[in-house]
């Protein structure tokens, strides 16, 4: 058994009423993981929510739409920016089935969402062949070590892209 990790942020259950509101979010997530069983996707649902209504939701959709992208967090990123017009989702919060791979926590640092509530952890995860815990170890290896073999090319032309966007002034910071 893995112990309580020191990461959970129990303030935000600390209120009974709220603890009931995002339980009611999270079983809309973990609903979305079990239909997407039946779909042909892998067991994981996402649901985002912004002042207390649900702004979009997602599903896995790796193997029916050929996409290794396609986890429920980032179809549910996608939904959700869509919906309100905006790549800046902050504001939102994310309910996940499971503890997100760090592509999808990526996206939700990239996205801004506020707050994070999930389900199923890592372990859980790597339990049933889902292994990013895996992946999670690579991150913090120097990439020498990586199992990700990489070498790094063409640097000063490709810095010249990013002096373009330095110079550009009318250009949209995200
Ligand atoms: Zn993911």
Not at 139 to 152: F, G, H, K, T, Y
């Amino acid at each position: 058994m893995q112990g309580m990790k020191p990461t959970e942020d129990r303030e935000l259950l600390n209120e009974e009423k709220d603890r009931r509101m995002h339980e009611r979010f999270m079983r809309q997530a973990i609903e979305l993981a079990r239909r997407s069983v039946d779909q042909g996707g892998g067991p994981f649902g996402a649901v985002i929510v912004k002042d207390g209504q649900v702004v979009a939701t997602g599903h896995n959709r790796v193997v029916p739409s050929c996409d290794p992208t396609a986890h429920a967090e980032v179809t549910a990123i996608r939904a959700a920016a869509e919906a309100l017009g905006s790549f800046d989702l902050s504001g939102c919060e994310i309910y996940t089935s499971c503890e997100p791979c760090p592509m999808c926590l990526g996206a939700i640092y990239w996205a801004r969402i506020d707050r994070m509530y999930y389900g199923c952890d890592q372990q859980d995860a790597a339990r049933i062949g889902f292994d990013d815990s895996f992946i999670y170890r690579e991150i913090a290896l120097d990439p020498a070590q990586r199992r990700l073999r990489s070498c790094r090319l063409l640097a000063d032309e490709a810095r010249e892209a990013f002096r373009a966007w330095e110079a550009k002034p009318d250009k949209t910071e995200y």
